[in-house]
């Protein structure tokens, strides 16, 4: 990804997930390109695009290229007056680490969960699980073994048998 400053890291660590769930990729070369011509205004861009596409889903409409969507507000220097700060938490918006971190709280319960699970995490586009342990899954891998298989991985030293 191309170089980014602290505020720049945390508005994409923010918006992420919200971005990705509706399709973006944000390590496609003309959607970094974007971003490196976009000076100002990063959040506004990354806030109108979001409120676009959800309107787009409640009209029923299908979001043909979220990242032409996204390039588009960066170009433009779109703002908006409907983003809601309850919006990120929307179900849709939310990424696979994160149902999956709400979901481990409802399979194994609160306390168990935040005993296990040390961080859920992003590197390079993909979403790991950092257990307590010191091992680390990634979250598809996660769901596709279970919760059970899960909950032995993080609390024995025996590795998940790939099948």
Do not use: H
């Not at 170089?3 to 945390?10: F, M, P």
């Not at 399709?23 to 695009?49: H, I, M």
């Not at 899954?137 to 790939?162: F, H, K, M, Q």
């Amino acid at each position: 990804m191309w170089e980014l400053n602290l505020a720049e890291r945390e508005l994409i660590d923010i918006y992420r997930p919200a971005l990705m769930a509706l399709g973006v990729d944000l390590y496609l070369e003309e959607v970094q390109e974007a971003f490196e011509g976009c000076t100002s205004g990063l959040e506004d861009c990354f806030r109108s695009a979001i409120v676009y596409m959800l309107w787009l889903q409640s009209k029923g409409k299908e979001i043909v290229s979220p990242n032409a969507i996204l390039i588009e507000s960066m170009r433009n220097r779109w703002t908006t007056k409907y983003w809601k700060d309850d919006f990120i938490e929307l179900p849709q918006l939310q990424s696979l680490g994160q149902r999956w971190w709400r979901a481990a709280q409802e399979q194994w319960g609160y306390d168990v969960r935040n005993r296990l699970v040390s961080n859920v995490y992003f590197d390079n586009e993909r979403e790991y699980i950092k257990f307590s342990n010191g091992r680390t899954l990634r979250v598809d891998t996660a769901y596709r073994c279970g919760w059970n298989s899960t909950l032995e991985y993080a609390t024995t030293d025996n590795p998940i048998l790939r099948q």
